[in-house]
């Protein structure tokens, strides 16, 4: 059976494949394996593609989130708001610097941070906020930002959003934003690989201590710090794919806006609800989420799967439903929104290089298994 998978790694691989050889020949040869010339070239080069001023590489997304808090000066016994609806790696973040997350709902028809809600969490003990940019799409920093007191700081999650932009602000262009490399992800390496981007000078330079033991000059340690370092070979797998990001981003607009034709009929029936787009987002599609209406949702990602077609669920439990966070206190009920979005939610193919015949089986398929 011909399988149309969630995200085609293969067919991103083709296209760089010559260039990553190269390069992997190039570190081998000075043997530049932790930082490097490569290095220091993607973090010039992603800080210049987004418009920032400081790139910094690490060794992943989690990390990334970890380290933008802590150069924000957020630590033990603090608070930082965050969505109930999102990876469970930005609580994961929050939790390992020892401060306190704190959850808040997400709007019913873009799943992103409701900003009200978000405001509503914030008590004194609050430090941070860390909006997702969920999916491919930034939540309003600019307006977050403005309505926030002085003390608490926007702590952009940007793991879904390379390449995103919304009323022409880029992840970074705020405090401080942290992004993944995880393979799957819109940029992905060949491995784990993250960054921290920041217009400012100084937070940078506390990233990349932190994340090097704690200083920048070898045996020189000015803050208490760790090992989160981004390799050379991983450098070299993303200096090639993001010169084809923007690319490969307006391929996956295209594909949206083909499953939004392709699905009209289905949406217009009220079996589907189609992702909404925020006004302002110039949108990437990290993933297309459609919610199924009136059908179990789990019963028909398991048909799809059984056909050969990798639909997922990001993130069947919200933050607050899973064992790991049940510490928090919450009970169903407590962020609606989220938990309607958890039950309902539906992830279809989408990569740059899908075909509009693998489009069309796949909304096939996904009729077929709605009428049971
Ligand atoms: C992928 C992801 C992360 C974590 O990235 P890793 O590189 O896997 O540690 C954090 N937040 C969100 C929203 C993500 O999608």
Known sequence: MNQIPLVDLKAAHEEVADEVRAGFERVLANTAFVGGEEVRRFEREYADFGGIAHCVGVANGTDAVELALRASGIGPGDEVVLPANTFIATAGAVARIGARPVLADCLPDSQLLDLQAALDAVGPATRAVVPVHLYGQMADVAALTGQLPDRVRVVEDAAQSQGASRDGRTPGSGHIAATSFYPGKNLGAYGDA????????????????????????????????????????????????????????????????????????????????????????????????????????????????????????????????????????????????????ADRILSLPLYPQISPDQQQRVVDTLTDALDG
């Open 194 to 341: 993250g960054a921290v981007l920041t217009d400012d000078e100084e937070r940078a330079g506390l990233v990349r201590a932190i994340a090097n033991h704690g200083g920048t000059a070898k045996y020189r340690h000015d803050v208490p710090g760790f090992n989160s370092r981004l390799d050379g070979l991983q450098a070299v797998v993303l200096r090639a794919k993001l010169a084809r990001l923007a690319d490969g981003n307006t391929a996956r607009r295209a594909a949206a806006a083909r499953y939004d034709a392709l699905l009209a009929g289905l949406a217009e029936a009220g079996r589907v609800v189609l992702p909404v787009t925020e006004p302002g987002n110039v949108h990437v599609w990290h993933l297309y989420v459609i919610q199924v209406a009136g059908a179990d949702r789990d019963d028909v990602v398991g048909k799809l799967n059984a056909e050969g077609i990798g639909a997922g669920v990001h993130y069947p439990a919200p933050v607050h439903l899973t064992p790991a966070y049940r510490q928090l206190g919450h009970s169903r009920g407590d962020f609606p929104h989220a938990e309607a979005a």
